[in-house]
């Protein structure tokens, strides 16, 4: 069985839950959600695979 992760929606429910939890780091999670979904679209984010 092959199952494909994908980084993007990862980091949203990672960030998501943060913001849930901690509401005062939003300006945090934010800028860091950005910069991750930033480097995962310029360096390409569809190498990782599980399998």
Known sequence: ???TLSLAPLV???AGILILVV???LNYIVAIYLIII????LFGGG????R
């Open 1 to 3: 069985m092959n199952m």
């Open 12 to 14: 949203s429910l990672i």
């Open 23 to 25: 509401p005062r780091l």
């Open 38 to 41: 930033g480097l995962i679209g």
């Open 47 to 50: 190498g990782f695979h599980i």
